[in-house]
Nanobody, 114 residues
Framework: QVQLVESGGGLMQAGGSLRLSCAIS????????LGWYRQAPGNERELVAG???????KYAESVKGRFTISRDRGKNTLYLQMNDLKPEDTAVYYC????????WGQGTQVTVSS
């Protein structure tokens, strides 16, 4: 049973930083794609950042230059470094992995106050 467990969410003032972690129960490079999605109340879930292959990354336009996705092979952990946070970044953030089928974490709340 593949498990993805997020941590690192919380309350932060605008302009601050948070780092989300996603601990994965399987070898991280066995996944064809990994990423972070978010969902704010009343909105659809959207891709924030994704990584595939050796190091192909993509970011939502709204987070480019502020967020960075990375992987740690030794810890089988996916990260999302979030800098210069804005109130519009407030959402539940989900870790995602694809290895034949899709896997999702349970989500972690990020709240940014103005």
């Amino acid at each position: 049973q593949v498990q993805l467990v997020e941590s690192g969410g919380g309350l932060m003032q605008a302009g601050g930083s948070l780092r989300l972690s996603c601990a994965i129960s399987e070898y991280i490079f066995g996944f064809t794609a990994l990423g972070w999605y978010r969902q704010a109340p009343g909105n659809e879930r959207e891709l924030v950042a994704g990584v595939a292959g050796v190091a192909e990354t993509k970011y939502a336009e709204s987070v480019k230059g502020r967020f960075t996705i990375s992987r740690d092979r030794g810890k089988n952990t996916l990260y999302l470094q979030m800098n210069d946070l804005k109130p519009e970044d407030t959402a539940v953030y989900y870790c995602y992995g694809r290895r034949g089928r899709e896997y999702w974490g349970q989500g972690t709340q990020v709240t940014v106050s103005s």
